[in-house]
T-cell receptor, first 113, second 111 residues
């Protein structure tokens, strides 16, 4: 298996632009998680899905952030409009039902100028 | 909700020195505990995990961790570090379908 796949790996954009981050979980995994990592706040859970349904989005910072999972093999995290304080590394992770170990993707390093 | 605290965010030590990173968690249910490692520029990788059984857990690359229930702790240890152990180390506690992470320990090993 290729593991969790994220794209793009790096994204540089200007303030106010829309940003879309993509994630493909490991095949067969029922859970998908989006995390944000910054120096100041460490690793924060933004939202997670179970069987494509959002279960807990309490970590989403504000309405500018939205996440979707249209099918079992694809999820997006969108920021619109983006702001410099959104600059961070965004990780996607997945795990199978009955297993507590999460497998992380390589992350997307987002820089908003 | 569970929470995890890690102390001594920055650790600098020489090769062959021993390493111990503290991790304390708070969670009222059955705990599953993890240590993840993030090498520079890379994603998080699982180092070791504890679900049940022997509280002394052996992981990859010579790392081990001990679960002490009475102290709500899951400290990570390595008797002799190498330069390649330079990384950030995260302790995590699983509960309520969520994995709560500590703030991490940035470890730098000087050759």
């Amino acid at each position: 298996d290729a593991g969790v796949i994220q794209s793009p790996r790096h994204e540089v954009t200007e303030m106010g632009q829309e940003v879309t981050l993509r994630c493909k979980p490991i095949s067969g995994h029922d859970y998908l998680f989006w995390y944000r990592q910054t120096m100041m706040r460490g690793l924060e859970l933004l939202i997670y899905f179970n069987n494509n349904v959002p279960i807990d989005d309490s970590g989403m910072p504000e309405d500018r952030f939205s996440a979707k999972m249209p099918n079992a093999s694809f999820s997006t995290l969108k920021i619109q409009p983006s702001e410099p304080r959104d600059s961070a590394v965004y990780f996607c992770a997945s795990r199978g039902a009955g297993y507590n170990e999460q497998f992380f993707g390589p992350g997307t390093r987002l820089t908003v100028l | 909700a569970q929470s995890v605290s890690q102390h001594n965010h920055h650790v600098i030590l020489s090769e062959a020195a021993s390493l111990e990173l503290g991790c304390n968690y708070s969670y009222g249910g059955t705990v599953n505990l993890f240590w993840y490692v993030q090498y520079p520029g890379q994603h998080l990788q699982l180092l070791l995990k504890y679900f049940s059984g022997d509280p002394l857990v052996k992981g990859i690359k010579g790392f081990e961790a001990e679960f002490i229930k009475s102290k709500f702790s899951f400290n990570l240890r390595k008797p002799s570090v190498q330069w390649s152990d330079t990384a950030e180390y995260f302790c995590a506690c699983y509960g309520n379908n969520r994995l709560a992470f500590g703030k991490g320990n940035q470890v730098v090993v000087i050759p």
